[in-house]
């Protein structure tokens, strides 16, 4: 069985709750990513925020994102737990049609899961079957 441990990028950096939008924004450049997590002062996930979201929930709606801070944006957070089944995992971001997904452990953040690691959990044989990766991608990917 492969478990969401396995197949995530392990030590994601989060953004502190309370850092403005734009220290989202920069550490988002500086760590060629497009998302973070949002974690409090007792270092348990709040949510996540992504380069998306700064653009339409801020910038589009003519907000500063130089004082908006991150919490401000973490609202529905989806996560998995590190000992998640796969299938789990594909599920969770399938039904809520995301691209990243963070893992916990104990109620705190251990890793993150993108469809990039998706991609090379499957190159990489880790038992996920062509039929998970095409149900993934039509229900991430395409306009319903």
Aim: include cysteine; aromatic fraction near 2%.
């Amino acid at each position: 069985m492969t478990t969401a441990r396995d197949v995530m990028h392990a030590g994601a950096e989060c953004i502190d709750a309370r850092q403005t939008l734009m220290d989202a924004a920069r550490l988002m450049r500086d760590m060629n990513v497009g998302a973070l997590p949002i974690c409090g002062p007792d270092k348990k996930l709040k949510g996540i925020v992504t380069d998306r979201d700064i653009v339409v929930r801020c910038i589009a709606e003519g907000k500063d994102p130089s004082t908006m801070k991150a919490m401000d944006l973490a609202d529905h957070l989806h996560c998995v737990r590190a000992d998640d089944d796969m299938s789990v995992v594909l599920s969770k971001m399938e039904q809520h049609r995301i691209r990243r997904i963070p893992v916990i452990h104990e109620d705190k953040l251990v890793g993150m899961i993108s469809e990039s690691d998706i991609a090379n959990c499957h190159r990489d044989g880790n038992h996920l079957t062509d039929r998970q990766i095409v149900e993934f991608m039509d229900s991430v990917y395409v306009d319903r």
